[in-house]
Nanobody
Framework: QVQLVESGGGSVQAGGSLRLSCASA??????????MGWFRQAPGKEREFVAA????????YYGDSVKGRFTISRDNAKNTVYLQMNSLKPEDTAVYYC??????????????????WGQGTQVSVSS
């Protein structure tokens, strides 16, 4: 069982920034062989892909709504993935979930590729 714990959420005004962290433990395979992703979900809405980073070459992918504003990165030595969120908008308000994908390097916008999920951290952006 892979354990993922998100942190860094909070309330900010539009145009502000937050950095989310996802600390991990309990990997059977080493952390560097897991692709990592961030998804978000607002009440009553479908879970939405935000960003992902592959394990093989640390290639990054972003949802259209966050391109140019969000940056995903990973620190394999710390078993941690980050999501830097800049120029936040009210429509970014959601619970943000960290996820780990065992072995996948493609199709990382699909939540079905991810087998382990954190509990989520709330991000609220006010206008």
């Amino acid at each position: 069982q892979v354990q993922l714990v998100e942190s860094g959420g909070g309330s900010v005004q539009a145009g502000g920034s937050l950095r989310l962290s996802c600390a991990s433990a309990g990997f059977g395979r080493t952390f560097d062989m897991y692709s990592m992703g961030w998804f978000r979900q607002a009440p009553g809405k479908e879970r939405e892909f935000v960003a992902a980073i592959s394990w093989r070459a640390s290639i990054t992918y972003y949802g259209d709504s966050v391109k140019g504003r969000f940056t995903i990165s990973r620190d394999n030595a710390k078993n941690t993935v980050y999501l830097q969120m800049n120029s936040l908008k009210p429509e970014d308000t959601a619970v943000y979930y960290c996820a780990a994908s065992n072995g996948y390097v493609s199709g990382l916008d699909d939540p079905r590729r991810f087998g382990s999920w954190g509990q989520g951290t709330q991000v609220s952006v006010s206008s």
